[in-house]
């Protein structure tokens, strides 16, 4: 089975841990987990995506800002720039898109287009848009526009 490794990064606080174990386990919790794997069924086959803190090779990376926390959205270009220098296969979430007290608003989020990268409002809460990060990843690592995956 084919295993690859990711990295979800961003500011405290912002859901990564959330990210992984909503995607892992479906449950909606931040509870520390061993289990970082996340087994998609594609038409391409079962792929796994790996997700830790740090990995020596780096197939693609989450780049994660709140909704909610001006700050994080601000800290992007310092994450872009230290994981742009081990790949290029990387996107931009802006998780907690639930709250509706949102504070970085959809039409100040520009980050991505001078990165040229994909961004997602997402969230871990309500699982909005959840897959799209992960398809976009998986796209990128096979270089196949064709990949589908199901959930
Ligand atoms: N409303 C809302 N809250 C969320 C969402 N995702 C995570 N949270 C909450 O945000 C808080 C932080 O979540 P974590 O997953 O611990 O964040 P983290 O990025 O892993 O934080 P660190 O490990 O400290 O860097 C928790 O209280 C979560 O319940 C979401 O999509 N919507
Ligand atoms: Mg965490």
């Not at 693609?60 to 959205?73: E, P």
């Not at 802006?94 to 409002?121: A, S």
């Amino acid at each position: 089975m084919d295993q690859y490794n990711f990295v979800v990064c961003g500011n405290e606080n912002v859901g990564k841990t959330t990210l992984i174990n909503r995607m892992t386990t479906g449950c909606f919790t931040n509870n520390y987990s061993e289990n970082n794997i996340i087994p998609l069924n594609t038409n391409k086959g079962v792929i796994n995506m790996n997700f830790a803190d740090r990995h020596n090779n780096v197939d693609g990376v989450i780049i994660m800002f709140s909704c909610t926390d001006i700050s994080s959205y601000n800290s992007v270009s310092r994450w872009f720039e230290m994981y742009s220098k081990l790949t290029n296969n990387i996107v931009l979430c802006g998780n907690k898109c639930d709250v509706t007290e949102r504070v970085v608003l959809p039409q100040n989020i520009i980050r991505h287009l001078q990165f040229d990268i994909k961004y997602f409002d997402i969230s871990a809460k309500s699982c909005y848009n959840l897959e799209r990060p992960f398809l976009t990843l998986l796209k990128g690592l096979l270089g196949d526009d064709t990949v589908l995956i199901d959930i």
